[in-house]
């Protein structure tokens, strides 16, 4: 068994996929993560969750897109159809 990783989801995301990546990660609804997190957040005078979270966004990766065993890099261009 290798060591599991924390990453920031690609699909189970609102903002950066923080919430969703650390559900994956210890195996809880990121529902329930996000609600406590914004609870935390407010009860704590909203900047040190907020900076805790930016801090997190830039820190924690994304998670690598797999397909058939192969590890690919997507380029994301906004606005970018390919055609000339």
Same mark, same amino acid.
């Given at each position: 068994? /290798?060591?599991?990783?924390?990453?920031?989801?690609?699909?189970?995301?609102?903002?950066?996929?923080?919430? /969703?990546?650390?559900? %994956?990660?210890?195996?809880?609804?990121?529902?329930?993560?996000?609600?406590?997190?914004?609870?935390?957040?407010?009860?704590? /005078?909203?900047?040190? /969750?907020?900076?805790?979270?930016?801090?997190?966004?830039?820190?924690?990766?994304?998670?690598?897109?797999? %397909?058939?065993?192969?590890?690919?890099?997507?380029? %994301?261009?906004?606005?970018?159809?390919?055609?000339?």
């Amino acid at each position: 068994m /290798g060591i599991q990783k924390v990453y920031r989801s690609r699909s189970d995301r609102y903002i950066a996929g923080v919430c /969703g990546g650390l559900g %994956e990660y210890i195996d809880m609804d990121s529902t329930i993560l996000r609600l406590g997190w914004v609870m935390v957040t407010i009860f704590s /005078g909203v900047l040190p /969750g907020v900076l805790i979270y930016c801090i997190a966004m830039f820190i924690i990766p994304k998670k690598p897109m797999v %397909e058939n065993g192969l590890q690919h890099t997507v380029i %994301e261009v906004s606005g970018y159809s390919g055609k000339k």
